[in-house]
């Protein structure tokens, strides 16, 4: 009877010993869209629900000074999977436009780039991205897939080559409309003052105008410019798509369900590799607009849509977890949750109302180096490993997973290249003080505008801006006019003697120092200056994945599920499944 009971116990407990077999940790990665970091219980906020993310930082480790390699979402999200400064890659702009906004432009991150899912999955990790990309899709030719996920490690794909934006919700405002209101009327103002100024010369015959040939060049013109409004017309079509892998399952997607579709695809992940090490990297639509929410959340907050959303990204963020206790996986799971910048305070809806978050004490926000632009929540958990409720307040980076991630798993870091990060274990198993980040430098798209100086035995962070952008109305905390902050020219404002700030006093960034009131004001421009000309020492030339060429729209580029004569129209949520590349049959995907 023993013996019975014995086999009976060691046949129930096979399923469990089998998960053991492979102790090396997990990784369950959330990044939030355009989050602020004020935007949560945990760092704050006392009005909106979000008590999933908030346990992270009761039963781990909370970074209160997180900071984002760059405040826009492209170059941001190329720094975090690289753990290099963008403009090593190529992937900061030197032009108006920092981001992709088109998925039939040819820029992305580059091939050569090493991300830390490509680490992880040479190590026989089975790796996974569900939700947003924004880092490029084709090359050459449509369906090239040169910048996919899957050609920078990730095994399985689920979500969005481009981004989440307003033209990708009906009724939800046009994020070109601002933009081409200004450019019409300034073409309709030069217009008229030239035709006017011909008319005189023509009159006081100091000139013979062309008449017919003009007329043909203003046709021109406008059929160039209806081409250009047909274009915008269709962008929803064009642009809002839903892949799993390699295939085009909605085009354009719908939000309807959309947060439980990916929720369900991320936990489905997890199940399907109980047997073997995994990444899943759950890159969240929320917060960006055009915001949504499913029905269950609609109305619920305290805050409108935005409210409604975040909170909606918290239940998410609670099913995953939940899925981790009851796949017993906890334990051997390191759990990160940050945003790839602060909130976009420019949001506002057509309607008026507030569509961008709260980036709490910080001034600034999205596309700024102002802290509320690149301060993100930073927390980890992993029960038995890292201490709960620890704070650490020193300067850390979005750069920093990928080396961490990297020790931890047994990688070779590459030798071929510079790793702006550093490994975040030692400091928050409380083995070492700091961050080993004495200096942090940030970049307006490709331009560095402001550097941070923690130095070695010290808990003062001073910080510089080399210039700031320009807000508009005067005394508001973004730039109206314009919906992001720019990078140069009149948009912006030089200073000689930098701004400088003293963050640990002053981390609002409203009282600049002065040699008055600062004894040290001149021997720390020094050391900072000093610091920024030895990094752009390390600087090489690189392709510019964001130049006007690469981000025009291609039509050859086009990905594109049906004919052009179906408009570019589908839907296969129910019948277009296709396998994973996780390691798994067909059968195990979900819908």
């Known amino acids: 009877m023993n013996i019975l009971a014995v086999f009976l116990l060691l046949h129930l407990a096979q399923p469990i010993l089998g998960q053991g077999a492979d102790q090396r940790p997990n990784y369950v990665i959330f990044m939030a869209d355009d989050l602020g970091i004020g935007d949560l219980g945990c760092y704050g906020n006392t009005t909106l629900r979000t008590p999933h993310i908030d346990s992270l930082a009761h039963d781990g480790v909370l970074l209160t000074q997180h900071i984002a390699a760059a405040s826009l979402c492209t170059p941001s999200r190329a720094a975090f999977l690289t753990g290099r400064y963008p403009v090593r890659s190529g992937m900061a702009s030197f032009s ?55 050609n920078h490690g990730f095994d399985y794909f689920y979500g969005l080559p481009l981004t989440n934006m307003r033209n990708c919700k009906p009724n939800s405002g046009d994020i070109f409309m601002a933009g081409a209101r200004r450019a019409v009327r300034a073409a309709v103002q030069l217009v008229t003052l030239a035709l006017f100024t011909l008319l005189l010369l023509d009159y006081l015959a100091l000139l013979t105008v062309p008449w017919r040939a003009l007329g043909f060049v203003l046709l021109a013109a406008a059929l160039l410019i209806g081409a250009v409004v047909l274009f915008l017309s269709q962008f929803r079509q064009l642009n809002c798509i839903l892949m799993q892998n390699d295939k085009i399952i909605q085009q354009p997607f719908t939000f309807d369900s959309l947060t439980q579709r990916l929720t369900n695809q991320a936990t489905s992940f997890m199940e399907r590799n109980l047997g073997r090490p995994f990444l899943l990297f759950t890159s969240y639509l929320h917060v960006h607009t055009a915001l949504h929410a499913s029905q269950e959340f609609l109305g619920k907050s305290k805050h409108g849509l935005y409210g409604d959303s975040v909170e909606e990204m918290d239940w998410s963020v609670g099913e995953i977890l939940a899925s981790l206790e009851r796949l017993n996986l906890s334990q051997r799971t390191l759990v990160y949750f940050t945003s790839d910048q602060g909130a976009h305070v420019e949001e506002i809806s057509d309607e008026g109302e507030m569509h961008g978050g709260w980036n709490g004490i910080y001034k600034g926000g999205k596309a700024t180096n102002w802290e509320g632009g690149i301060r993100v929540p930073g927390l980890l958990r992993w029960p038995g490993v890292l201490a709960a409720g620890k704070e650490i307040h020193g300067p850390t980076s979005n750069m920093d997973l990928f080396p961490t991630i990297a020790k931890l798993a047994g990688a070779t870091m590459p030798s071929d290249r510079i790793i702006d990060g550093r490994d975040l274990m030692p400091l928050l198993r409380d083995e070492a003080l700091w961050s080993g980040h004495e200096f942090l430098f940030h970049y307006c798209n490709g331009y560095l505008s402001a550097a941070r100086w923690h130095p070695r035995n010290s808990s003062a962070v001073w910080k510089v801006h080399f210039f700031t952008p320009n807000f508009y109305p005067e005394g508001s905390q973004g730039c109206f006019d314009t919906h992001v902050c720019l990078c140069y020219g009149r948009d912006v404002s030089h200073h000689s003697p930098p701004l400088l700030y003293d963050l640990l006093g002053d981390p609002g960034e409203t009282r600049p120092l002065t040699p008055a009131s600062e004894p040290r004001h001149q021997r720390i421009l020094e050391v900072i200056s000093s610091a920024v000309e030895d990094h752009r020492r390390t600087l090489g030339p690189v392709p510019d994945q964001l130049s006007v060429g690469n981000l025009v729209w291609k039509p050859w580029l086009q990905p594109c599920c049906s004919s052009s004569w179906q408009l570019c129209h589908c839907d296969h949520r129910e019948g277009g499944k296709s396998t994973p590349r996780d390691g798994d049959s067909p059968s195990q995907t979900p819908a």
């Open 96 to 150: 108006r436009i920092g981001v992709f906004l088109f998925t039939a432009g040819s820029g992305g991150l580059p091939t050569n780039e090493t991300t830390f899912a490509k680490l992880l999955k040479g190590q026989g990790y089975s790796t996974a991205l569900i939700g947003k990309w924004h880092l490029g899709l084709n090359c050459e030719v449509s369906g090239d897939h040169c910048h996919h996920p899957a």
